[in-house]
C-alpha cells in the first residue's frame, strides 16, 4: 500500500485517478479549495481532504503527488512538497502511465469530448465488450466519472488539451471532435493549438476518427482514419432522417459498411446526434453488438453539466450546460430552438476566464444574441488574474438587445423570478454550477 497525495483532488480528471488508486488499496489524501458534493463523496470513499492551503495538514509520508496545472504556483502546499523531494507528477502523467499497457480510447477536441468520452464509456460497459473509463465528466447513468472492469482490454479517457495534456497519451484509437480557438493562454495562437491536436494524433496506433471538415491536416498520418458528421455525405459516418418525436431523437447512421436504420436517443440536444454517430462508429469497432449499442443509446442519461435537464414541466424547463466558448454556445442556443420551437430562451451565463472573455468578446456577444432574454454574471476567474477593462459588464455592452442584464450571483435568483422564463439555460465552466440547486429549489413547484 502506497500513500498518494492528490493537490487539486475536486478537480474532475484528478478525482477520477484518485478514485482508481483508492481502489487499488492505497491511502488517499489530498487538498482543494472548495468542498463540493464531488469531494464529499471522496470523503465517504475512504479518502482524508482539507480545505485549506496550510502545509501543517499533510501526512507525514507520501509516496507520490499528483498535481493539476490549475494549483498555483505560490501554494503552500505545493511549496512544502517540494522542498521534501517527493516525487511529483501531473495528473496527464500519471494518466499516461495507467493507460499505456491498455487498448486506450482517447476523446480529445476543444468541445465535445466530455460528452463523447461518456458515451462510449456508457455503451461499452453496458456491452459484452466492457471497459474502465476516466472521464471529464460525472456520467448520469453509473453516477461517476470512472470506471473499473478489469476483465476488458478497453479504457475510455477524455484527453485534454490544455497545458498539452494530451500528449502522454497513446492512444490505441482516438477521436478528434473540434479544434476551435481556446486555451490561448496556453498556446498562443490557433496555428499552435491545431499542432498540439496533430502531435496528439501522431500518438495514436490503429485508428483515428475526425469531425467531417475540420480545421486540421492529417494526410501524412500513416493509420486508418474515419470522418464522421451529423449531416454530410462526405464523411464516413453521418446521420440522416433526423426526426424530433415526443422530445426524443429518431436518426438513420449510415456508415461505410450498412445503414442502421431507427436509432432512438433519448438524451437532448441536437448536437448530440452527432456525438452519438461518433460514439457508435467506435463502439462497433470495438466489437459491441448492434442490439447492445441501441439499447445504450436510447437508455443515455448523459453526464452531469451537459444538456443536464434539471427540471421539465408544460410551463418551464430548466438545463444546465458546461458551454463557456462561443461555439459551445452556438451549439447549445441552436439545439434549444429545434427542441423547445415556441417558447422564450433565457439564458444565464458565466464567463470563464479573464483571457477567453478578451479574446472571444465579440463571438460571446453574437451568440447569447440569439437568446430572447441574456443575463450575466461576473467573470470565473481560475486560475488567472483580472485584466483591466475585461469583465462582464463589458461583454454585456457588446450584445446588441434590449433584453439583457447583468446580475451579481447574490441577486441572480430574484432576477429571474421577475423575469419568468419559460426555457432556462445556465451556462459556464466556473462556479456556477454552485447555483444550479438555488435554481431548482426556487422554481421547482412553481
Given amino acids: ?10 478537480g474532475i480528471g484528478m478525482s477520477a485517478i484518485a478514485r482508481y488508486f483508492n481502489e487499488m488499496g492505497n491511502k488517499i489524501y489530498g487538498y482543494d479549495r472548495t468542498q463540493t458534493e464531488l469531494t464529499l463523496q471522496l470523503e465517504k470513499e475512504g479518502m482524508i481532504i482539507t480545505y485549506t492551503d496550510d502545509a501543517s495538514s499533510l501526512p507525514k509520508d507520501i509516496n507520490m503527488v499528483v498535481y493539476t496545472p490549475a494549483i498555483p504556483k505560490e501554494s503552500s502546499i505545493l511549496y512544502n512538497l517540494k522542498k521534501r523531494n517527493i516525487p511529483i507528477q501531473k495528473r496527464s502523467q500519471i494518466l499516461g502511465e495507467i493507460t499505456k499497457d491498455k487498448k486506450c480510447i482517447a476523446i480529445a477536441g476543444t468541445h465535445g469530448k466530455t460528452t463523447c468520452s461518456n458515451m462510449i464509456a456508457h455503451i461499452l460497459h453496458s456491452s459484452s465488450v466492457g471497459c474502465s473509463a476516466f472521464l471529464g465528466g460525472i456520467s448520469k447513468n453509473f453516477n461517476s466519472n470512472y470506471l473499473m472492469n478489469k476483465n476488458s ?17 497513446n492512444p490505441t484509437i482516438s477521436a478528434i471532435t473540434a479544434v476551435d480557438a481556446d486555451h490561448l493562454d496556453v498556446y498562443g495562437t490557433k496555428e499552435e493549438l491545431k499542432e498540439s ?12 476518427f475526425v469531425k467531417d471538415k475540420i480545421d ?80 445504450a443509446i436510447s437508455s443515455f442519461s448523459g453526464a452531469q ?76 476567474p481560475a486560475r488567472e488574474e483580472p485584466i483591466a477593462g475585461v469583465n462582464s459588464k463589458m461583454l454585456l455592452h457588446k450584445i446588441d438587445k434590449m ?19 419559460e426555457v432556462l439555460v445556465t451556462m459556464g465552466a466556473g462556479d456556477i454550477s454552485n447555483i444550479v440547486p438555488l435554481i431548482e429549489e426556487k422554481f421547482r413547484d412553481e
Fill in 1 to 10: 500500500m502506497k500513500t498518494y497525495y492528490f493537490l487539486g483532488i475536486g
Fill in 153 to 169: 482490454e478497453y479504457v475510455v479517457v477524455e484527453a485534454d488539451e490544455y497545458d498539452r495534456s494530451f500528449l502522454w497519451l
Fill in 197 to 208: 491536436f496533430i502531435e496528439f494524433a501522431k500518438k495514436t496506433k490503429e485508428v483515428i
Fill in 216 to 295: 486540421i491536416d492529417l494526410e501524412e498520418l500513416d493509420l486508418q482514419k474515419y470522418t464522421y458528421t451529423i449531416r454530410g455525405i462526405d464523411a464516413d459516418f453521418y446521420a440522416i432522417n433526423i426526426r424530433n418525436y415526443k422530445g426524443s431523437y429518431y436518426f438513420d447512421l449510415r456508415t461505410p459498411d450498412k445503414i442502421y436504420y431507427d436509432i432512438c436517443l433519448n438524451y437532448g440536444g441536437l448536437h448530440n446526434i452527432e456525438n452519438s454517430v461518433l460514439a457508435i462508429a467506435i463502439s462497433l469497432i470495438c466489437g459491441a453488438k448492434e442490439d447492445e449499442i441501441r439499447k
Fill in 305 to 380: 453539466r451537459r444538456f443536464d435537464l434539471r427540471i421539465k414541466r408544460d410551463s418551464f424547463i430548466y438545463i444546465d450546460d458546461y458551454a463557456h466558448h462561443p461555439n459551445e454556445i452556438k451549439a447549445l442556443v441552436e439545439s434549444l430552438r429545434y427542441q423547445y420551437p415556441n417558447k422564450k430562451l433565457t439564458g444565464v451565463f458565466q464567463p470563464h476566464l479573464y483571457s477567453r472573455t478578451r479574446d472571444f468578446a465579440d463571438e460571446f456577444a453574437q451568440e447569447l444574441e440569439k437568446l430572447d432574454q441574456v443575463v450575466l454574471i461576473d467573470i470565473y
Fill in 403 to 421: 433584453d439583457k442584464y447583468y446580475t451579481t450571483k447574490e441577486g441572480l435568483l430574484d432576477l429571474l423570478e421577475a423575469l419568468y422564463p
